[in-house]
């Protein structure tokens, strides 16, 4: 089955018993048992929900894996796979991975004795020279957040099985729709959901994905110990948000590819970072492991002072932390999405405060290139 009739007949369709074409919204905690230990397939609701399970199976067949898991947030998701480890390992992680996962690493798990080294991952050789003998896992984002790099999935998975590693790829910017990094040889595949697979601002959610069932069953084992689940109410508006993920992803597109462009050719913008670009260092690397380039584009204006005036003048553009929906969204990453990282590494890495990053929308493209062209007049 092709992805788009994937995303409509994917998971549970409906509900056999009455033939309602939706899956029902199970609101309930627990289930009537026949005999102690002999029951339908569900007991209580932090261990399985029937619209949660639907969601779950939705999202396994999207990313081609063997388990799907929804949880309460990207963060509850992400923390609940990190806590697959134990006291004393160690991840070799992105250096321009999403704020909170940077900060649950350095000021959470480190407690608990889990150590990260943070480097680029589009860069292999820094990779290798960050492994040791009690590293578990190599965790990275491609395209990264804000400075959309790219990075090898096949080849960080090389990598990854010599050393007997897992890889983890946070897939929130390109979705089972662009990219899937469980084909190209990941483990698990992470999502904060309230962006594009959601897509409509209404719902914070996060998705992890397995490739192998074994390791489902542990991650369903963390859940389920750990908590952080997905509500029916929640799951039931993700599927809702899956079934227009194609037509979204596709518009987003072609949104941003036009708007990139039109940046690049813009006297007052010094650099525009988007790896649907020829220009972009990523851009190979991205056109050989997804099929589209995403909807985020991050530019920089050379200064606070400009950054400022765009964020002000836009009409179109909310100014607004968060990504992925149908409306245009536009932020300054190193004061919102970023502020957690310290200010030396952020200068470092590029996130400087005349960047400004968008989230590309799905209103028409005219009415997007005015409104970006009077904000930067
Ligand atoms: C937003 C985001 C997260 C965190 O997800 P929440 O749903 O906000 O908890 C993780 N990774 C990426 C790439 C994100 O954009």
């Known amino acids: 089955m092709k992805i788009d009739t994937k995303l409509i007949h994917g998971g549970t369709f409906g509900d056999p018993h009455t033939g309602a074409v939706s899956v029902p919204i199970y609101q309930v905690s627990t ?69 909170g996962t940077f900060r649950v690493l350095t000021r959470v798990f480190n407690r ?16 290798e020279a960050a ?9 990275m984002e491609t395209p990264s957040n804000p400075l959309l790099k790219v990075s090898d999935i096949t080849a960080i998975s090389g990598i990854c099985r010599q050393n007997g590693l897992l890889l983890i ?7 089972p729709y662009w990219q899937n990094p469980l084909e190209l040889g990941a483990d698990i595949v992470v999502h904060s959901a309230t962006k594009y697979l959601g897509g409509h601002s209404d719902v914070v959610a996060g998705i992890a994905v397995t490739k192998e069932e074994s390791l489902g069953e542990e991650i369903h084992f963390l859940q389920n110990s750990i908590g952080g689940v997905l509500g029916p109410q929640d799951s039931w508006l993700l599927i809702r ?31 525009v970072y988007y ?43 909310t100014l607004a932390e968060s990504l992925g929906a149908v409306e245009s969204l536009i932020s300054v990453p190193a004061r919102m999405t970023h502020a957690s990282i310290p200010v030396e590494k952020r200068e470092r890495l590029g996130i400087t ?25």
């Open 275 to 317: 790896p649907g670009l020829a220009t972009h260092p990523g851009h190979e690397i991205a056109a050989k492991q997804a099929r589209g380039f995403g909807g985020m584009i991050s530019f920089d204006v050379g200064s606070a002072e400009l950054a400022e005036q765009v964020l002000e003048r836009t009409k179109l553009f």
């Open 169 to 175: 790829v946070d897939n929130t910017f390109l979705t």
């Open 31 to 99: 289930y009537k048992q026949k005999r102690v230990g002999e029951h339908a397939g569900y007991e209580y609701s932090r261990t399985g929900n029937p619209t949660r399970a639907a969601l779950e199976q939705l999202m396994a067949e999207l990313e081609n894996g063997a388990r799907g898991l929804a949880f309460s947030s990207g963060m509850a998701a992400i923390s609940t796979v990190l806590s697959l480890f134990h006291q004393g390992d160690h991840l070799v992680v992105g250096d321009d991975v999403y704020g």
């Open 353 to 377: 405060d005349g960047l400004i990053r968008i989230s590309v929308g799905v209103e028409d493209i005219e009415d997007l290139l005015t409104d970006l062209d009077q904000a930067l007049s």
């Open 131 to 139: 492994i040791r003998p009690e590293t578990k896992a190599v965790y």
């Open 241 to 271: 948000g899956i079934r227009t993920l194609g037509l979204r992803m596709k518009q987003h597109e072609a949104n941003a590819r036009r708007i990139a462009e039109w940046l690049a050719d813009h006297e007052r913008v010094k650099k």
């Open 112 to 127: 608990m004795g889990l150590e990260a080294t943070f480097v680029d991952t589009s860069n292999l050789e820094a990779i």
